[in-house]
Structures are given as structure tokens and as C-alpha cells.
């Protein structure tokens, strides 16, 4: 089945700096990547839409020049926090998009933390 | 824009005793629906999907969950529950735009209890 490797899975920065997260789709072409944001105890929320080779499309009320998404592969989609805040602290998924049969494969996610 | 209800945030059952998880969906037409488990700090896991076909869907872990399009539902059942399926479980919906299935609009998730 597909797989998707996320990494880092945990970080923790400080204020101000940036951090990058990687999804790697290790054994098929992803053309595009869902990147989620879970806050604690709360549900998944699409951030974002990444397609590989052109802009990503930002879901309302996310800050496109804050998440920085970058799909310049096929087999790589990367998602930037700029100048992180406490409040950014959250867990970060990404999928891809449904091949066939196998639904959405998903990444194992990061869980950053801003101190 | 599509939405997804799981109208109980809590639920607490008996070990052996079964299960009903519900969740409700608003869209014009049928959207693909799924079932995700999520154990504490961890991902995601695929309970059991439907895009189309038979509309009462089996999954892993011994889940499954039927589509009643008439009552824009697609509820999660399981006959008898294992104290290891205490968790977080998110209904969650997607379209298609024309591009391909678009990104996943998840319910707000219910917290499985499990009483010994």
C-alpha cells in the first residue's frame, strides 16, 4: 500500500524561528498533498492543499505567508511554520489524495511545540 | 461547503457490550465518507471507508458502518467492544471538485470510553 513518511515527529523551537516539516511518499508520485492542523483535543482542520509544481490553496482563514507549502516533487511536499508562535503549537498531519482503493495515506504526523 | 456532525463527544461502554458511534453529514450529493481512530498522541489509523457500492461497509478490528443516504448518515458500529478500542474516533467527509478527491472535512470526534 502507499506510504507516507513525515518527519520530523516531534519539535520543539522557540519563539520567533522557523521549523520545517517534510512528507515524503515513498513508494508512489503524490501530485497532491492535504496538510491538517489538531489542535489538543480538538478535531483535524485542513490547512491547505499542496499540488506539485504550483501554488498551494489555502483554506479560509489560513495565513498563506505563514505556512509556507512547498511541492517541488513528486515524492516530496514540505510545509513551513514562519516565525512560530506559542499559539502555532499544534500537531501537523499530512495525506495524500486517494489512490483507488486505499483512501487517504497519512502521514504520522509532527507534533511541534513553541516555547 | 460540506460538513460532518458526531453528535456525542462522549460515549462510555461496557467491555463485550456493543458499540454505535453516530455521525451525519450535509452535502448535495453523496460525498466519500470514512471512519478514523486516533489512540492518544498518535495518528491516524482507517477503520473502514464507502465510495460507493454496498452501502453496509466492514473494516478492520472487527468495525463497520452502513450508509443511509436517506437519512445522511454513515453510523459506526461494532457488536462487542475490547477495552483496546478506547479512543478518539473522527467521522470525517470528502468530495471531488473535479480534480480528484478534495481534502478531508473531519466531525469534531468522539472520545470512546471503556468500562470494565
Known amino acids: 500500500g502507499a506510504v507516507v513518511s513525515q518527519h520530523p515527529s516531534w519539535v520543539i523551537c522557540k519563539s520567533g524561528t522557523s521549523v520545517k516539516i517534510e512528507c515524503r511518499s515513498l513508494?508512489?508520485?503524490?501530485?497532491?498533498m492535504f496538510w491538517y492542523r489538531q489542535f489538543p483535543k480538538q478535531s483535524l482542520m485542513l490547512m491547505a492543499t499542496s499540488n506539485e509544481g504550483s501554488k498551494a490553496t489555502y483554506e479560509q482563514g489560513v495565513e498563506k505567508d505563514k505556512f509556507l507549502i512547498n511541492h517541488a516533487s513528486l515524492t516530496l511536499s514540505t510545509l513551513t511554520v514562519t516565525s512560530a508562535h506559542p499559539e502555532d503549537s499544534s500537531f501537523y498531519i499530512c495525506s495524500t489524495r486517494p489512490l483507488t482503493a486505499y483512501g487517504y495515506t497519512f502521514g504520522s504526523g509532527t507534533r511541534l511545540t513553541v516555547v | 461547503a460540506q460538513s460532518v456532525t458526531q453528535p456525542d463527544i462522549h460515549i462510555t461502554v461496557s467491555e463485550g457490550a456493543s458499540l454505535e458511534l453516530r455521525c451525519n453529514y450535509s452535502?448535495?450529493?453523496?460525498?466519500?465518507l470514512f471512519w478514523y481512530v486516533q489512540s492518544p498522541g498518535q495518528g491516524l489509523q482507517l477503520l473502514l471507508k464507502y465510495f460507493s457500492g454496498d452501502t453496509l461497509v466492514q473494516g478492520i478490528k472487527g468495525f463497520e458502518a452502513e450508509f443511509k443516504r436517506s437519512q445522511s448518515s454513515f453510523n459506526l458500529r461494532k457488536p462487542s467492544v475490547h477495552w483496546s478500542d478506547a479512543a478518539e474516533y473522527f467521522c470525517?467527509?470528502?468530495?471531488?471538485?473535479?480534480?480528484?478527491?478534495?481534502?478531508?472535512?473531519f466531525g469534531k470526534g468522539t472520545h470512546l470510553i471503556i468500562q470494565p
Open positions: 470525517a467527509v470528502a468530495t471531488d471538485s473535479g480534480g480528484g478527491a478534495d481534502g478531508l472535512t
Open positions: 452535502y448535495g450529493a453523496t460525498p466519500y
Open positions: 513508494d508512489f508520485q503524490a501530485t497532491t
